[in-house]
């Protein structure tokens, strides 16, 4: 029955089978239809739909009225918000779920700490993001996760003033082995390098336009073309400026990154 497949999929969800989570769930609402307005049935469809970088559809899911004051649910949807670059809603949803952090084993405490230290550091609290980075050891973040705590720290030492030390630390992060995460840090390592002086803006533009076509198809991509295209403005090639903007722009509608262009 639907209740026997709800139990699996908990189970495979909990175990982070996300597409197998889903089609568990789609079992048990064949079954029962009604299953489909469940606040635990959206949960879980939105969880799993995050878990396959599908932000848009784990919105959808997470936004039934059913889980409107649910706190793990504003959890999710802070984690969702990140992906999307939303950071005042993540900050808020993460803050507004915080109470229900404790239900979830350490790795998962561990990544919230960090999604909060990178929407934090977005927003320019600094003492808060120092205050998150110090959380996340209190719980037990992977090695991914550690990753991430370390670009985040790099970006927020440069961020105090030691420019020198956030970029040695991004270049270190480039060869992580972690794909998004080694563009992210080339990004914000070339960003850096251009604001101090450090390299050129045509060499900025070279370097963003081989990042470019390395990494697609997320926000690491849309603010990779965006500042490209700021850059060819800057650089007098206006047509192509916008040019590129457009494109970008276009690709990721829905995202903070998106809307400001």
Known sequence: GPDGRIALARFLLGHQLAEETLGMVQLAIDIEPQLAADA??????????????????AVEYLSAPSLVLDPAADLWRGMVAIDLERWVEAR?????????????????????EMAEARAALELGDYA??????????EHEPDYTTRLYAAYISARLIAANGDVYE????LDELSFSGVGPLEARALYDMYRLQLDADLITRPEAIEHLENLRYRWRGDTIELDTVRTLGELYVEDGAFAQGLETMFTAQSRFPDTEAGRRI
């Open 40 to 57: 635990h049935i959206r949960s879980l469809q939105g969880v799993a739909s995050y878990l396959m970088d599908r932000p848009e559809e």
């Open 92 to 112: 808020r949803r993460l803050e507004a779920g915080r109470a229900a952090a404790y239900r979830y084993p350490g790795v998962w405490r561990a990544r919230f």
């Open 128 to 137: 808060a993001t120092q205050a998150h980075l110090r959380a996340i050891d």
């Open 166 to 169: 956030g970029v040695r630390r």
